[in-house]
């Protein structure tokens, strides 16, 4: 694999135009230094954004009508804080409470999390 992420082999890593520092591909990005020289490769890897998850969780939650101790209560919580943690983004729930979330509030799992995307160094020179 050469160490570049996939969707980059393959890909040309050299530019005729030094003008342009960055190659986009579709799982990576390649920036290039003032002569064209392959600098760094970089992967678009998609990352949950937690706080902006847990604004749509409250949002749908409300557009559900249904309450933070209904929530509290159908999973089987001592205490309102998990709920309130995911309201604020400080925690998501487990994959299983995400499954159950999505069931209770009648949207895909794909409508409560907010994804953006992140770049990530893979290789150097």
Partial sequence: ????????????????????????????????????????????MPA?????????????RKRAGISVREIQAAFGFATPQAVYKWQHGDALPTIDNMVALAAMLDVRIDD??????????????
Avoid: W
Wanted: with cysteine.
């Fill in 1 to 44: 694999m050469d160490g570049y992420p996939r969707g980059c082999k393959g890909a040309v890593l050299k530019t005729d135009r030094p003008d342009i520092p960055v190659r986009r591909f579709e799982s990576c990005t390649i920036r290039f230094d003032h002569i064209g020289k392959k600098v760094e490769t970089v992967a678009n």
């Fill in 112 to 125: 409560i999390l907010v994804v953006d995307e992140y770049l990530f160094p893979t290789k150097q020179g």
């Fill in 48 to 60: 949950i954004n937690m706080k902006a998850t847990g604004k749509n969780i409250e949002e749908l």
